[in-house]
């Protein structure tokens, strides 16, 4: 049989071998299999704290060699992206030094701790003009991806209304101890903040996406349970993060916002929910049944109105036509093969697939912003870049 | 102030102060405060075998006056409208002394315990020349009735299927007694037939109403419970109703019926649903939110094609300008007071409201054909009128 | 027959012939029907400005008598209660000369245009000692209750999150003029606020009846159309009223709080939300299907556990035991006859039934503190009583 | 770092490049990443009958080699599983060839166009003495799966009602031509039948599982659209397949079944459902939303009753341990994924992974006699094994 030209190899080193490692190696693995891409990713190196994980990590997914120190991986001349899936307190430094490499880098969101940890990144990776991106892997959801269409086509006209939440209820045991494997996003060292960082930033980067810039915000925020045993430390010692946060909002586009998330919303496991309001139709979504969009269209004749619950699975819908047929659904993880695809189909075209690190410096100020006014009550403009 | 023209009276006496009686009841006292009638309903009697219960019911609704004889009732020349409320063994010989009195006449459903029982009151109220309407109430849930409109406009364009079903599951204890008051349902000769004529009867009037004629059909019953002590005699005995009922139906215009009820669907109350798939559109309702009509139209784009759920409270829907404003809905009881309203209008325009003795007959000849196959297990054709 | 005792009568003066004066008449007539009542209500006069309305209006609800002039009518001493249908701006002078006349008092909601106002009347029927209440309807939907009720008995736990939603989309058209009949709720002089005293006003009375106090909000406000042709001057004018809402809250007992109110989102009519939080439960409702209640019990076993979806339709349901049968849904109407019904009562016992001015009047003032946020921008306490 | 002991390779030979290839060839490359599996599976070689289709889909999919003969590929001797995914017609001969051959025999649904067919199939198989399955995915779908566990412990009891329906709209169309590639389910020389062995097959499957044997059925099949282009003749020819098919079914345990399929219903894409009474509980599913499942606890407090959506993601689901975090889900081709994995681990410890040939037999015989009763209208009882 008469062999194809063979595709270029992308050699990724993966460093992070937890939830969002998982995640990440998935879709390298699944991208080539449903998509047509102009590049082969290469699985050449994971990097893991611990020997015994990386090497299992390494087994489980096919990686070429597994490493320990994330210095060394980056130091390696056969990896040519650096892909970051740690806590949120190495972003930084990792970033930094694999741009400085010359290598390309994918980060986990959020980019970073803090607006101005991102902003170093930002620099980082536009002077040394390396590929980037950040995975705000809910873009690529396909009824998000719709959504977007649907705005952008202009179906709803004038935007009143942007609201999106983001619940959870895991931590609601004061038992739950903060710190170390697991639970970093409970330390507020590790993490940066609490579901601001973590959830909201999803939230928000959707929102910019989708509705434009946010001017202004009025935020509250609580935290409900004041200290927790540290897994590291041993000891019990405050808790720093925000358990919960709300914030409204004013956009650029003269809509208002309004976002709230937290981790004691008994009864939801990942509920993150959006609903735009326009002059002339509204769209719903939420992450517990994602492959469905809530529709409606003040156009359609009166008798027969209402929302519409869009089965996000026919061919023509974004994506989907990769995948199986009308009626069958897919699932969480396939967002980050859609990303993946989507960077290497940019890497293959010379247009970089978004959000890259400067987009996602936009959520980072409005996190700044959010949190600022958590502290002092105040409304706080965002920041520009 | 002027006062207008005042109504004519229509003098009401009402058979039966259970259940039934109540929403009929009601029917006569909410319909003028909310329609524009020809008629002003009178409560002159209502008639119950307990005269304390006839008494308390007389004030609790205004009558004026209680009657415990029903044959004693028909004789009285001050009574235009006798209402049967009564268990269905004694529908036809109410409904036949009242036609020859020379009353109107109006029944609960079903209109009998057979065929050859509805048979008889049809030719007696035809004879006697008198309006009759059976209180088949649910073709006058705002939604059904858009579904009515949406099907004669066209939208559906060729059917081929049409399914219902009505589940509850108030008779699962085998400790439930039969017979008697409140219990009638569960003793055959009282009521005739079980989840058949109590429950199917409603799903075969609604289909052949939306989707025309049955022409003949396959069952299956089941009867789960075989014994239950009978409330009158005070004995075990054998039960002889159909506690569940599917039957498979081939309609005139071509389309495939499947019917199912039973009493013994845990987790339903009154779980009457059905659904309509036409070659352009389908349309699917439930009683257990009325309000809502389920509607998907084929020729909707197909990014945003999805099932639509209609709330049926807008001013344009059917029967909702005499209500409240868009959004507040209405429930059960509404359906009673429109199809009296509807009685009245029509005695004024001389066009009687449907159903008719006539119309709820075919009901009873499909009930006739579905016990039939449901003994001997073979395909009926459904007897003509 | 033997007669029992009759029951006392309640003579009623009400004023406003509108939507409202609509459903608290039919409260009146349906209410003896459904419930044992104390007292008989005796319908005696409607007022309304003109006569032909009252005139109309009196014909078909059954009233004795007409009104023009809302003081003659608090004049007559054939009346026991003066009931407040008519738009906010003079809910107060109509309360307190009824107050000052000896008479009972009910009031349409909100109570007031301003938390002064609403001092003014509370301050009036409790020097005058009669019997009053603001017609918050929306504590008397059985799955409201019910919320109530499982709250009380503990089973939701310490709570963290209350959020509360009241979103319609009537005013999008900027062709649509203010001031005047039906279109009153857009002039600022004559309603007070926007959707502030009119949505909002509904979520916080629930919120307060379940959650407690209020301390402190911030908000943010929005007229999206700056002009309108107002009806009566036939001018166009600036619109003075809050299109939007939306505000953060802290409760007394600790918990967070949003809330939003729009007349501008796309595909909503009356769609009033509210989701409560506990540690061990929590529960949601909305007025689109006002007759579920959603429940999440932490306590149920692991495999099983997921929301519920509760028909508040069985006897042991509040309320629910005077209507109709399992599975069979009551509407929005309901409200109003429960509340009445608990009014008579209530009188009967020499309890009065809530929400009594003085409770409606810590709405007023959670409203007062909201619209000065949303003029200042900075949070506000919500002042005592 | 230390290498574990490398696992036993499992070579696999695919016949069948289409969509089912496609989810059985992810099946294969994804149970790897996610369970911890006795053997390794190799992809050695796919067989199609164009030798370009075999090329490239080895290329997408990383199979070592390609065939376009089936009894080539059967005959290699490093191959020791042959997968059948071809259309019906050619079942029953590959899986006896390589049965015969001594390979490992996994076949997609159903088993064979006929029960004939069927049972030379399993005679084949257990004669050779190799192991078997086929690809009845849905019964690995976590809720599904969650549904046999809570069956199985007994929390519904005495099981009353079983009901299935597959719904599809696909084939409305009169212009959609017969057989040929991607068309060959609307030809019976191909598919055997039309909706009852590709969509009943199904339903029949997980009723067997769940609710155990069927004992007779009565059936209705129809041909909406009589006469289609066929895409290999050319020629306009009758279309021999059901296009829908109803039936009703008694099983052994006295439960009442009902059962409906179609591809002529408007506004589905392939809705699976079901739903089992039970005397304690009841259980609901769909395949639209294949992540939750419908429980009803009869149990439940009063007050609280009501059927939960339980959102199948959490850890102790089944298999869903092995995927993201609660919250998140899986879809379609994960059930495939689970098949594959339970067929390796069966392999390892001895113990073969349901549903054998054997199994899906019974399926075959339902059908039969669903089909005979479609053609003659009688009740036929199903023949055993």
């Known amino acids: 049989m008469t062999q194809p030209t063979p595709k270029k190899p992308l050699r990724i080193g993966l460093i992070g071998a937890g939830f969002m490692g998982r995640a990440h190696a998935n879709a390298y693995r699944r991208a080539p299999n449903f998509f047509d891409l ?43 992206v650096i892909d970051i899936c740690t806590p949120n307190d190495s972003h930084r430094d990792i970033a930094i030094a694999a741009a400085e490499a010359g290598k390309m880098v994918l980060c986990e969101k959020p980019l970073a701790r803090t607006a ?5 990144m930002v620099a980082a990776v536009e002077k040394a003009g390396v590929a980037n991106m950040v995975w705000y892997n809910y873009r690529r959801v396909p009824a998000v991806t719709l959504a977007k269409q649907l705005i952008d086509s202009g179906r709803l006209g004038r935007i009143y209304h942007y609201r999106a939440q983001f619940l959870q209820d895991w931590t609601i045991s004061s038992e739950l101890p903060q710190g170390g494997a697991g639970l970093w996003r409970l330390d507020a060292a590790a993490a940066g903040s609490g579901v601001t960082g973590d959830l909201l930033a999803h939230c928000i980067d959707t929102a910019l996406w989708l509705n434009g810039s946010v001017k202004k915000v009025t935020a509250m925020t609580e935290t409900f349970v004041k200290e927790r045993m540290h897994q590291i430390t041993g000891k019990v010692e405050p808790v720093k993060i925000d358990d919960a946060c709300a914030f ?106 978004a959000p890259t690190f400067r987009d996602a410096q936009e959520t980072q100020e409005v996190c700044e912003a959010v949190l600022a006014s958590g502290a002092d009550g105040q409304w706080h403009d965002v920041e520009g870049l």
Request: charged fraction near 25%; proline fraction near 3%.
């Open 38 to 80: 102009p590049y082969e990713p290469v699985l050449k190196a994971i990097c893991a704290r611990s020997e015994g994980t990386a090497a299992a990590f390494a087994r489980q997914w096919g990686f070429e060699s597994a490493e320990t120190d994330w210095r060394r991986m980056i130091e390696r001349d056969d990896i040519d």
């Open 248 to 353: 409204l909002a004013r956009f650029e586009n003269g809509s208002l916002g309004t976002f709230e998330s937290t981790r004691y919303a008994r009864g939801h496991k990942a509920l993150y929910t959006f609903e735009i309001n326009g002059e002339k139709a509204s769209i719903k979504w939420d992450l517990h049944d994602l492959h469905r969009l809530g529709y409606f269209d003040h156009g359609d004749d009166s008798l027969t109105r209402g929302w519409r619950s869009v089965h996000v699975t026919d061919h023509d819908m974004p994506y989907m036509d990769k995948w199986w047929v009308p009626g069958l659904q897919i699932g969480y993880e396939h967002s980050f093969v859609h990303q993946f695809a989507d960077f290497l189909i940019g890497l293959g075209s010379g247009e970089s697939a």
């Open 116 to 120: 101005a940890e991102g902003a170093e």
